[in-house]
């Protein structure tokens, strides 16, 4: 396949970047800054680009067959790179004929009734308030993929993210809590985010991953 990937500098999209390549598919990785991304590979391409100005990306969209987005933010103020962003990302699609969309999000959004107290007063009083404005905007984001038209989406939800090795042993739920959820390494969830591209089970999906 021929895929495109946003936020490919962070540590989830690089390894998405990583993977994809050592599957065989063709990546074109939309960084800002391409001097950063050390990455070299015959089927790579790196293409400056910002997602809040969608004219530096566009015509990369061109004879792809999946754009995957792990767009992230490294501080706490209100952004709106997750919204705006993935609108940007999913009208560049639209324009050139491109259906598949894998998007990351994070499981800190909702709080199933089955988690145990004191983990969900963590969430509730720790996680979302210290993550106020990522949170907000990843709102925006699912309800704008949500509403979208002529787009297959995948919205994956991870836990804790850590730096452990690529398992696939993690669990999944699709369009229900996950209970137990706690943590997933970048790897794993990499790992997912590619086979999600092929499974029809995740497509008009929400979708959460643990380890």
């Known amino acids: 396949m021929k895929l495109i990937v946003f936020g490919a500098t962070g540590g989830t999209g690089r390894q998405v970047v990583v993977q994809a390549l050592e599957e065989g598919h063709e990546v074109a990785a939309v960084v800002r800054r391409p001097e950063a991304f050390d990455l070299r590979h015959d089927k790579l391409e790196v293409l400056k680009g910002d997602v809040l100005l ?18 992230g933010v490294s501080h706490r103020n209100p952004t709106t790179v997750y919204s705006t962003g993935t609108v940007n990302i999913m009208e560049a699609m639209q324009a050139a004929g491109v259906r598949r969309l894998v998007c990351l999000s994070s499981a800190g959004l909702e709080v199933p009734v089955a988690t145990p107290l004191p983990q969900r007063l963590v969430i509730r009083y720790v996680i979302q308030r210290m993550y106020k404005h990522a949170y907000e905007d990843m709102s925006r984001m699912e309800a704008a993929v949500r509403a979208s038209s002529g787009i297959t989406w995948t919205v994956v939800r991870p836990p804790r993210l850590t730096n452990g090795p690529r398992t696939e042993a993690y669990r999944t739920a699709v369009n229900k809590p996950l209970l137990g959820a706690e943590g997933i390494s970048r790897a794993d969830l990499a790992d997912f985010m590619i086979k999600s591209i092929a499974d029809p089970s995740t497509y008009q999906a929400i979708a959460e991953i643990s380890s």
Not at 57 to 64: L, N, V
């Open 54 to 71: 969608p004219a530096t990306f566009r015509q990369a969209m061109s004879g792809k067959d999946a754009a995957l987005s792990a767009l």
